[in-house]
């Protein structure tokens, strides 16, 4: 599986921005998802997850309410992102798992078998 991700940009505080990562494979559908974010001298953080099959997300409070996790049919996973803060910018990564289901949601690196190269999004004051 190869994950590309793109979207990312510069933007002021408030404004908004829509990732994608498209995936390759013809197993995409049975895949969870998650999105993830590194600061600069920060660990990676979880951010958002959605189940396989595209039902069910799960998001880290410092984002719930302001960004929202999709995917379509032809292999891509979305994160809608608004009301953007400084505190948001960080490289963003997709990610994939394929093993089987031993929880509901996963929002550890470790969860995942498939990373995507990252794309930056800055957000200015």
């Known amino acids: 599986v190869q994950l590309q991700a793109s979207g990312g940009g510069s933007v002021q505080a408030g404004g908004s921005l829509r990732l994608s990562c498209a995936a390759s494979?013809?197993?995409?559908?049975?895949?969870?998802m998650g999105w993830f974010r590194q600061a600069p001298g920060k660990e990676r953080e979880f951010v958002a997850t959605i189940r396989r099959g595209g039902g069910s997300t799960y998001y880290a409070d410092s984002v719930k309410g302001r960004f929202t996790i999709s995917r379509d049919d032809a292999n891509t996973v979305y994160l809608q992102m608004n009301s953007l803060k400084p505190e948001d910018t960080a490289v963003y990564y997709c990610?994939?798992?394929?093993?089987?289901?031993?929880?509901?949601?996963?929002?550890?690196?470790?969860?995942?078998?498939?990373w995507g190269q990252g794309t930056l999004v800055t957000v200015s004051s």
């Open positions: 990610a994939a798992r394929s093993r089987l289901d031993t929880h509901f949601y996963y929002y550890y690196s470790y969860d995942y078998d498939y």
């Open positions: 494979g013809r197993t995409f559908s049975s895949y969870n």
